[in-house]
């Protein structure tokens, strides 16, 4: 009886944090997409900026790079900073929800 009881009790807390892990966007996936500059990066609390009319945060290690052609068809990447990110500009960014881990300005 002890068992059951204590078996029941496990898949009723399992289901819920479950529940509770997808409600929250627990576990979403690291995706990649390409967009375009709204709204330059800004300072609040962390480094922001807008992306397609949605507001995306910098995470502290995100890194920055800016893409550029080479002759022979294909490209390079050099590190950049906040500064070359202006409105209009397209960008490919890898994120996960709302959080921006890398951000490659396109040419």
């Known amino acids: 009886m002890k068992s059951r009881y204590f078996r029941s009790l ?7 944090f479950l ?9 979403s996936q690291t995706r990649h ?15 922001r900026i807008e992306l397609d009319g949605i507001k995306y945060t910098f995470m502290p ?4 790079y800016e ?12 590190p950049t900073s906040y500064y070359k990110i202006y409105n209009g500009r397209k960008v490919s960014v890898q994120v996960q929800g709302h959080r921006i881990y890398q ?3 396109l040419p």
């Open 33 to 47: 997409k390409e967009a375009t500059v709204t709204r330059a990066p800004w300072q609040e609390k962390y480094q």
């Open 103 to 105: 951000l490659v300005i």
């Open 19 to 27: 529940s509770l892990g997808l409600s929250v966007n627990g576990f």
């Open 61 to 64: 290690d995100a890194v920055l």
């Open 67 to 78: 893409r550029e052609n080479n002759r022979n068809g294909g490209y390079s990447e050099s």
């Open 10 to 16: 496990l898949i009723v807390f399992f289901l819920t």
